[in-house]
């Protein structure tokens, strides 16, 4: 894989998980570390400076999994993959405003996992803070944030200023999961972020415009009970 | 609790007691006018009548007060008539004195024939008045057995017959306990004639409903029993009660000479004078109370019977879902588990030479194993959520194409079998997103698994609108079609039930729980809206199952 090689902390109190997911980054060329509950995890994260955390939510003792997202944001801002319960959406938003990055469902597939760590690593050294790309380029779909002119297969799309909007924080924010109230905070405003028939109504014209199959969604995919994501891979 | 109005179509006054009273006192009086009334006629008709035959005027004065007022009300007639008679009109006049001896018999003959006669009109009366009054209770009675056997349901007989008790003797209150949880005394029915707040009384009655359940003794029934002294003294009593207030009546109910409850009775509440007095029941009142007490008895008895039949009904269900989910999991959890266990022990093998297709096979079965097992534990624990109530819908705004879109994404493998109609204008809906993905996902793998592989599967939807509780609401109807073979006919609603697997495939390879449907079910009864399943057949060439489901829109 890529040099150096990327160091992932691995957080779960479960020894099988913990074995299994160890051997399965492994296997793809991460180097791995592990920890079986939060304050080994803030103490490993503190001196092995990991480029990736994948945590767990349910963590035993005093201290859980969105607690050690919490503390980590205090002073790092390496990429945070959490591990939630299924059917958990509130706790999926909630670890998402806390400042994770993205979440996966137990139990999941080892090739679902690797390739959120490879989009999360992915978007670290690209894209900081502040300077966004100027264009944006998916297959034939090209987006000129300097321009606000937004082109598929040659042709200018004619999107309304919310459109372009959504559009824009969701590419600028590719790859990850939008809540739905982060999403309505940066299109409509803070005091709209109830407001989630907005968003269904314009993500549908949205997607009707951009997609080639709207029914069924390649770039916008919603992330049921918790937003949206701007997928760029497969 | 019921409250009753103050007056009421069935009181019926059993307690003549203070009226009869006034009556008692207004009748000396009355007695004395007709005795002075009839005097009075004598004197201004003297000249016509012989003086002799003065008794004949007397007598029926005697008459009519004995029939009229009663015994002494007579005799004290009888008594003023004798010496009005004597004074008035017997020589010498004006005076008691008596000289013709003729004059004494008659007035002697008078007096006897005017005592027996009050003694004897007077029992009449008294047999009537008790003929009436027995009458009154009868009637009040069959009143309220009527009243009682009109509720066909359990529940409500008690609170009836605890009315009727309110309203007949006009009691401030009617309470039936029975022996709850702990051996404290719960109350099952309780009417109340006034509606203020009874927190205080109610526990009052509680705790000297347990004293008389667990001593077996009636409170308020004459004899001061020792019982109420020692509950007022040991027990617990609310600090606001005034321990001096008439506790009313406490009456131990016996069905087939086992103690099953108590029946309270709260004294009559009168607004008098010094503000509220409370009067003591008559008899009639109290035969009356013990009568329905004896009814009372037997409707708990027989609750208590129907009950104890409930919990083994409820346990033998219990029992029988037990056995089907343990069926369901010896065969749906276990063929996965053998199935991995097999192909990962095999690659295990030291000495075994795999070739790389049938390696690949193996480790490919032991992930397709693994996510049959995580779809039956998923359904099972959203199932238990659910009805559990630990997974309340969280409902806002969604669009039922966005749904069916993510849904379709998710079912990668047989998409493409799947045929969807569903328009660009449907209405919004609230609902929760995740769990109606999981009605479709359950719906769309149902027809796609119980139809052969080469025929579609159809997705439509459209706006409609559904009687949902008696009331006509508008929202969204999902339709799911398959060319399977269909459900099998009288099996449209059962398959809906948990563990529930059609006749035709329980014992086919078609691997299934018993639970998706079950689930769906679940989840749109949790949205307020419907679900329901059927064949068609539009021709021979084109049958099978459809199943659809209705949300509304708010």
Request: with cysteine; net charge negative; hydrophobic share 40%.
């Amino acid at each position: 894989m890529s040099t150096p090689q990327k160091n992932i902390l691995v957080v779960d109190d479960e020894p099988e998980i913990l074995r299994a997911v160890r051997g399965g980054l492994a296997a793809q060329g991460y180097k791995v570390d592990t920890a079986v509950n939060g304050e080994e995890a803030l103490l490993k994260a503190s001196t092995s400076a990991p480029d990736l955390v994948v945590l767990d939510v349910m963590l035993p003792g005093g201290m859980d999994g969105l607690e050690v997202c919490r503390r980590l944001r205090e002073w790092t801002q390496v990429p945070v993959i959490m591990l939630s319960a299924r059917n958990q959406e509130r706790q999926k938003v909630a670890a998402l405003d806390i400042g994770a990055d993205d979440y996966l469902t137990k139990p999941f597939g080892m090739d679902e996992l690797t390739a959120r760590v490879r989009a999360a690593l992915r978007r670290t050294p690209s894209k900081p803070e502040g300077s966004p790309e100027p264009i944006f380029q998916i297959d034939d779909l090209v987006i000129d944030y300097a321009g606000h002119i937004v082109t598929k297969g040659g042709e200018e799309l004619k999107l309304t200023p919310i459109e372009y909007e959504l559009l824009r924080f969701l590419t600028q924010n590719a790859d990850r999961v939008v809540t739905h109230r982060h999403l309505l905070a940066s299109v409509w405003g803070p005091e709209n972020v109830e407001e989630t028939q907005y968003l269904r109504v314009h993500i549908g014209h949205l997607r009707r415009k951009i997609e080639a199959q709207p029914a069924v969604p390649r770039y916008i995919v919603t992330e049921p009970g918790v937003g949206y994501r701007f997928k760029t891979g497969s | 609790m019921k409250h009753l109005p103050e007056s009421d179509n069935l009181t019926s006054d059993l307690s003549d007691q203070p009226r009869s009273k006034m009556l008692a006192a207004s009748g000396w009086l009355w007695s004395a006018g007709a005795v002075a009334l009839g005097t009075a006629c004598l004197w201004i008709f003297q000249s016509a009548i012989d003086k002799g035959q003065a008794s004949l005027l007397y007598l029926p004065i005697v008459l009519f007060c004995a029939i009229r007022f009663g015994y002494g009300q007579a005799i004290g007639a009888a008594v003023l008539s004798f010496f009005c008679w004597d004074f008035f009109f017997l020589p010498p006049r004006f005076t008691l004195t008596v000289v013709n001896p003729r004059d004494t018999l008659s007035l002697f003959v008078f007096l006897i024939a005017a005592v027996v006669t009050a003694r004897l009109s007077s029992r009449i009366r008294q047999q009537a008045a008790e003929a009436q009054v027995r009458e009154h209770e009868i009637s009040t009675l069959f009143n309220a057995s009527e009243a009682i056997s009109a509720e066909i349901d359990a529940d409500r007989i008690l609170p009836a017959l605890a009315s009727q008790i309110v309203s007949t003797c006009r009691a401030s209150r009617c309470i039936v306990l029975r022996q709850g949880i702990a051996d404290a005394m719960e109350p099952v029915a309780s009417v109340w004639s006034d509606k203020s707040d009874h927190a205080v009384l109610q526990s009052v009655v509680q705790v000297l409903a347990e004293a008389v359940f667990s001593d077996d003794q009636e409170i308020g029934f004459g004899q001061s029993p020792r019982l109420l002294r020692r509950a007022m003294e040991t027990m617990e009593l609310p600090a606001e009660y005034d321990r001096t207030e008439d506790p009313g009546i406490y009456v131990p109910l016996h069905a087939q000479s086992k103690l099953v409850g108590v029946l309270h009775v709260g004294p009559r509440i009168m607004s008098g004078a010094s503000g509220k007095e409370t009067t003591r029941f008559s008899d009639t009142e109290r035969r009356l109370i013990l009568t329905l007490s004896n009814h009372a008895a037997v409707v708990l008895a027989r609750q208590t019977l129907s009950d104890q039949a409930a919990e083994a009904d409820a346990l033998r269900r219990a029992d029988t879902l037990k056995d089907a989910l343990l069926s369901m999991v010896s065969h749906e959890l276990r063929s996965p588990l053998a199935a991995i266990k097999v192909a990962a022990s095999g690659l295990r093998q030291s000495d075994a030479v795999w070739d790389s297709a049938d390696r690949d096979a193996a480790i490919r079965g032991i992930d397709v194993e693994a996510d049959r097992l995580i779809g039956v534990v998923n359904n099972l624990l959203d199932l238990s959520r659910l009805e559990g109530g630990a997974w309340a819908p969280n409902r806002d705004w969604c669009d039922m194409a966005e749904i069916v879109g993510t849904v379709i994404g998710q079912l990668t493998a047989e998409a493409d079998r799947i045929i969807t109609d569903v328009p660009d204008d449907l209405p919004l809906i609230k609902v929760d997103y995740v769990q109606i993905m999981l009605v479709l996902t359950n719906l769309l793998q149902n027809a796609l698994k119980y139809s052969n592989e080469d025929s579609n599967v159809e997705l439509s939807a459209q706006t409609d609108t559904c009687d949902v509780e008696g009331v006509v609401v508008s929202g969204v109807k999902v339709s799911v079609r398959d060319h399977g073979p269909g459900i099998t006919p009288g099996e449209e609603t059962k398959i809906f039930e948990r563990f529930f697997r059609g006749d035709r495939h329980r014992n086919s390879t078609i691997h299934g729980t018993g639970v998706g449907l079950t689930l769906c079910r679940a989840v749109v009864l949790a949205h307020k809206g419907q679900i329901w399943a059927e064949n068609y057949e539009d021709d021979p060439q084109s049958r099978g199952s459809v199943f659809q489901f209705f949300l509304p829109i708010g």
